[in-house]
């Protein structure tokens, strides 16, 4: 039985900074002249202009509740405690309001009919979660089955729609809730470590929830078809990219080769999925790639011979609001869906990685709202 995504909804904490305050910034936190060149050419390489966060202190230093600045100006190091504390609570709020917003988009749904909740976050931890005050604050029924997919990172957002995909297979009743939340901003460091530089310049807080149910109307809205799913571990990664916690917020290793693994692998791993479906990659309307960062969307798009505007949303999403981990394949997702147009059916390709190095990868076809033979006006 096909399930859909009926509605894709986004949202971003209200504090935003550019790049190049966050650059400056960076720098006056650092007494090395060495990490001062880095930092500089890391952030002005990054492909972004914009990030949000929940956190107004990298601004506000005299009113900072959470990095509040030392006597000799460098940014203060909370524990993670602290920073978990402010996940619990900004989380809540970021969550119900987009989630909202997202059944809000949605009047054929009831609340009432919402069978599953679905949320994905690798930022901050707290029971009850996100998934209980949905249920709680939003208004549903107590009896929703409630799921949490933690500490995943960037493609957990696949997990959860391939979870909500099966639900959908065992109930064509399920209307399901996929929530992916991140606070990165949370977990900022300034240590010297290069790993730490590169996360800095790339992560950012935001949200996207999905709407997913299995019923044949789509209520002349475009929509997400789900057809299939592949995970892949490259083999080589594994101490490439990882994510734990430490005695002062989150311990990131992002190394810099993460992009020259992708590009080797990425070929042999998309061409399967298409071979199963009985396509090819010129058959592919939409490339939805997690913008991990400007050299990550640079080598997909050479490895799989892409035109030069294939990537053209994933830079964009990159560019306004930075990599927002498990959250941002959503907000790719959305921008294509706005365009599929007068298309009976746009084949979508997304993907996502994650520590490991993790690989998701999955075929849509997003289905358009418009009348076949008719022009949209």
Wanted: hydrophobic content about 40%; glycine content about 8%.
């Amino acid at each position: 039985m096909p399930s859909y995504i009926l509605h894709i909804e986004t949202g971003v904490p209200k504090f935003v900074y550019s790049q190049d305050f966050a650059r400056e910034r960076m720098k006056s936190w650092t007494q090395s002249p060495r990490d001062r060149r880095i930092i500089h050419h890391v952030y002005r390489q990054s492909g972004i202009a914009t990030r949000y966060s929940v956190c107004d202190d990298f601004a506000n230093s005299e009113g900072a509740q959470l990095f509040p600045s030392g006597e000799a100006g460098q940014l203060g190091n909370p524990g993670t405690q602290a920073r978990n504390d402010v996940f619990i609570r900004e989380s809540r709020k970021l969550g119900v309001r987009v989630t909202a917003q997202a059944l809000t988009a949605c009047p054929e749904i009831p609340k009432k009919e919402i069978t599953h909740v679905i949320t994905a976050s690798c930022t901050g931890f707290g029971n009850p979660g996100l998934d209980y005050h949905l249920v709680t604050d939003l208004g549903l029924n107590p009896s929703v089955q409630r799921y949490h997919l933690g500490f995943m990172g960037c493609y957990a957002a696949f997990p959860a729609l391939r979870m909500a995909q099966q639900f959908c297979g065992a109930d064509p009743r399920a209307v399901i809730l996929v929530l992916c939340l991140e606070l990165c901003s949370l977990h900022l460091q300034v240590n010297g470590d290069d790993d730490s530089v590169l996360a800095n310049a790339l992560f950012s807080d935001g949200a996207a929830c999905a709407v997913v149910h299995a019923r044949p109307d789509l209520a002349g809205r475009s929509a997400y078809r789900l057809d299939r799913f592949s995970s892949a571990l490259t083999g080589d990664g594994e101490k490439a990219m990882a994510w734990s916690v430490g005695d002062h917020g989150f311990h990131i290793v992002l190394s810099s080769y993460v992009p020259d693994i992708l590009g080797a692998h990425i070929a042999e791993l998309v061409e399967p999925v298409l071979a199963d479906a009985g396509m090819d990659r010129r058959e592919i309307a939409f490339w939805a790639v997690h913008p991990g960062g400007k050299a990550i969307l640079d080598k997909v798009e050479k490895a799989l011979a892409l035109p030069a505007d294939a990537l053209a949303v994933s830079r964009t999403v990159l560019r306004q609001y930075g990599n927002m981990s498990s959250a941002t394949l959503l907000f790719v997702l959305k921008e294509f869906l706005s365009r599929s147009g007068r298309r009976t059916e746009a084949p979508t390709f997304a993907m996502a990685f994650g520590p490991g190095l993790t690989i998701e990868l999955g075929l849509l076809h997003a289905i358009s709202a418009a009348p076949v033979g008719r022009e949209a006006k």
